[in-house]
């Protein structure tokens, strides 16, 4: 069982940057793969960017390739997402997902952890 909190959203103007982190406790964190997924009022949630095990790894959503980053520190049992040159279509629920298995992974389906998410606001 893996336990995610996530942190660090906020109201920010296009153009700004916030950095959101997503704390986890349980079982080993470097066994996972972790993900980030966003959520706009009626959309579905769909896959912003995940890396693998080691951080050695990452793969983004088109969207948002170019402007934002996603690390990890398995010291500190935090992953992290850069988000740079916001947009107003970047306002969602950000949520953090773990993935037992190491490897990058795209779909929502392949998470079994997911924390409670956390509100970005891009205003124009």
């Known amino acids: 069982q893996v336990q995610l909190v996530e942190s660090g959203g906020g109201l920010v103007q296009a153009g700004g940057s916030l950095r959101l982190s997503c704390a986890a406790s349980g079982r080993t964190f470097s066994n996972y793969a972790m993900g980030w997924f966003r959520q706009a009022p009626g959309k579905e949630r769909e896959f912003v960017a995940t890396?693998?095990?080691?951080?050695?790894?990452?793969y983004y959503a088109d969207s948002v390739k170019g402007r934002f980053t996603i690390s990890r520190d398995n010291a500190r049992r935090t992953v992290y997402l850069q988000m740079n040159s916001l947009k107003p279509e970047d306002t969602a629920i950000y949520y953090c997902?773990?993935?037992?298995?190491?490897?990058?992974?795209?779909?929502?389906?392949?998470?079994?952890?997911w924390g409670q998410g956390t509100q970005v606001t891009v205003s124009s």
């Open positions: 890396i693998n095990w080691s951080g050695g790894s990452t």
């Open positions: 997902a773990a993935s037992v298995g190491g490897n990058l992974k795209r779909e929502k389906g392949s998470y079994a952890y």
